[in-house]
């Protein structure tokens, strides 16, 4: 079966300064990961996907991801964090055939001045 | 942007009230899902539809039921709405329903069961 586990809630950085979000996933085969943003209000916009190719990822927005199979983690980073990216960043992982994901619980990403 | 309009963005309704909400694409895209939001729990997948007349059910299907009779409208129903759900409503599409394929989502419906 398939799990995500984002582990922290709530992150706070300022602005200019580097942002890491971590998730750790679990899967009993090779997992398709990708990372979701969701601004107040908004719906989801997909940030990045991995899918067993380059395991650094670039996404959009100066972001990225790691995928670390010894670690089971898919950290996001990005060097230094601007006030639009205040917002709640959602780790996924794919499951099975019928394109069914499952969401980790979310991390609101705060960005002070 | 995906193609993607869910109506009504807003809903207040009565406990034991049918509600129906609708998710309409453009992009002729195979497979649809419903989802709803609640803090502290992500998106859960409510239930899904791999074709015309074709859906299967997801993580928290209880209290809903679906239709799909034309590849880009698909409703979510309601029955006898409950203040359980209240939540907030995603619509997504994805091309080929494979587990590496990308899910573009919808704005969002808001649902309140008074």
């Known amino acids: 079966a398939q799990s995500v586990t984002q582990l922290d809630s709530h992150v706070s950085v300022s602005e200019g300064t580097p942002v890491l979000l971590r998730c750790n996933y679990s899967?009993?085969?090779?997992?398709?990961l990708f990372w979701y943003v969701q601004h107040p209000n908004k719906g989801l916009q997909l940030l990045l996907k991995?899918?067993?190719?380059?395991?650094l990822v670039k996404g959009i927005n100066g972001f990225e991801a790691e995928f670390k199979k010894s670690e089971t983690s898919f950290h996001l980073t990005k060097p230094s964090a601007h006030m639009s990216d205040a917002a709640e960043y959602f780790c996924v992982v794919g499951s099975g055939n019928t394109g069914k994901l499952i969401f980790g619980q979310g991390t609101t990403l705060q960005v002070k001045p | 942007d995906a193609g993607i309009t869910q109506s009504p963005r807003h809903k207040v309704t009565e406990t034991g009230t049918p509600v129906t909400l609708r998710c309409h694409q453009t992009e002729n895209h195979r497979y649809m899902y419903w989802y709803r939001q609640d803090p502290g729990h992500g998106l859960r997948l409510i239930h899904y539809?791999?074709?015309?007349?074709?859906?299967d059910k997801g993580e928290v299907s209880d209290g809903y039921s679906v239709s799909r009779s034309k590849t880009e409208d698909f409703l979510l129903t309601l029955e006898s709405a409950t203040s359980s759900q209240t939540s907030v409503y995603f619509c997504?599409?994805?091309?080929?329903?494979?587990?590496?394929?990308?899910?573009?989502f919808g704005p969002g419906t808001r649902l309140t069961v008074l």
């Open positions: 899967s009993s085969y090779s997992p398709s």
């Open positions: 997504a599409i994805s091309e080929s329903g494979e587990r590496t394929d990308t899910q573009y």
């Open positions: 991995y899918t067993s190719a380059a395991t």
């Open positions: 539809s791999y074709g015309v007349k074709d859906t």
